[in-house]
């Protein structure tokens, strides 16, 4: 029933393996010292009288009953998709209904909905035009009947970062079509303070689409705040999908109750770790951008505060770029997990200082690769 996942079956392992990591795209500050707490969330106070369901309800401005724990934002997505899906089957059971995705995108976004029952179809986000996503190229491929659309925000690969009022329109265009509007939204929070304080609706310091009409979002602890040893993801959505979701949930382990309250730690103190966070993102931001401009051979659009890129070098494909990388104990992605061949997706999340180490050895790995004219 469920195909493989090729993207993810081949990095499994690689970033342990790597000399230098430009494939993990978690802001994590220092390596993992063993300790059952992790670093930041140590010496921290612990919330009283609440769940973490309570605290992350308020994060989002929603009500707690439109809030569902998951182990991950990888159970989230499937867990909302499944919802969507079997939602849109109970009206129409003749044809399997439609999930849209993005192009390019991240494949479990393209595989999971297939192997859940949907018929996928993809819209593209043209990389000529900055990646954006437009309500027009969804309301085109919408085709009857419908289930949802799946959207990143920041958009994986490129870093293109989408307002909510835009959002606003895709969500229009998907309860018109009597469908949902799922957003994967791990990378939103990755923005300055300044675009921060721009967004109409924030959580977590980024945009985001929680609360809009037929809408649901996920999100996690592992990206931003580089706390993926926790597993610990959540949707936020209208109560009727949140219930739906909930019931495949019980076909899955509960959620560790040590995750449960060191997340609710993490949540707490969200407004300090968000600042340290911030700090990271821009060093690692600014490394990134330095470095493509650096090197004539590289085409690709650094988008503002992405710590990641997909970029393409003028003389190799994706994988040979990604071979050659490998080679000299530098891991990036080759772009064909992404729908695009040509290219390689790097990420910055370690350490800033670890991020400039690598950069110079990937520095020699584009020399290599041909003539940067």
Not at 45 to 63: N, Q
Not at 76 to 89: R, Y
Not at 281 to 302: K, M, P, Q
Request: hydrophobic letters at 40%; glycine letters at 8%; proline letters at 6%.
């Amino acid at each position: 029933m469920f195909p493989t996942l090729p993207y993810l079956e081949w990095i499994d392992g690689r970033p342990e393996a790597a000399e230098h990591d430009f494939a993990s795209s978690d802001l994590r500050a220092s390596p993992d010292d063993g300790g059952v707490v992790p670093e930041s969330l140590r010496d921290r106070s612990v919330p009283e009288g609440t769940t973490l369901e309570a605290l992350l309800a308020d994060e989002y401005g929603v009500d707690e009953e439109d809030v569902l724990v998951t182990a991950g934002a990888t159970q989230a997505n499937f867990l909302a998709v499944a919802a969507a899906v079997e939602s849109a089957s109970d009206s129409n059971v003749e044809r399997r209904p439609q999930v849209l995705a993005e192009k390019p995108g991240y494949q479990p976004h393209v595989v999971t909905p297939e192997a859940l029952g949907g018929r996928v179809d993809r819209f593209v986000r043209p990389d000529d035009e900055g990646s954006v996503l437009e309500p027009g190229r969804v309301s085109n491929a919408v085709t009857d009947p419908f289930a949802l659309a799946v959207a990143t925000n920041r958009h994986n690969p490129t870093g293109s970062l989408t307002d909510r009022e835009t959002l606003a329109e895709v969500a229009r265009v998907c309860a018109d079509a009597d469908g949902y509007l799922l957003v994967d939204e791990v990378y939103a929070p990755y923005v300055d303070g300044e675009r921060a304080e721009e967004s109409s609706a924030r959580a977590f310091g980024g945009p985001t689409a929680a609360g809009l009409q037929n809408t649901v979002v996920t999100g996690s602890l592992t990206k931003f705040y580089g706390l993926g040893g926790l597993r610990i993801g959540w949707l936020v959505g209208p109560t009727e999908l949140v219930e739906r979701a909930r019931a495949v949930s019980y076909h899955f382990s509960s959620v560790a109750e040590p995750s449960r309250r060191l997340a609710a730690r993490a949540v707490h103190h969200a407004e300090d770790l968000t600042a340290s966070a911030r700090d990271h993102l821009a060093a690692n931001h600014d490394h990134l951008d330095s470095f493509v401009a650096d090197h004539d051979g590289l085409s690709g659009r650094v988008h503002p505060d992405s710590p990641f890129a997909l970029l393409s070098h003028a003389a190799a494909t994706g994988d040979e770029f990604a071979a050659a990388a490998w080679d000299r104990g530098v891991l990036v992605v080759p772009g064909r997990f992404f729908d695009r061949p040509d290219h390689v997706r790097l990420a910055l999340g370690q350490s800033p200082e670890a991020a400039a180490a690598g950069l110079d050895a990937l520095s020699d790995v584009v020399a290599s690769l041909g003539d940067e004219a």
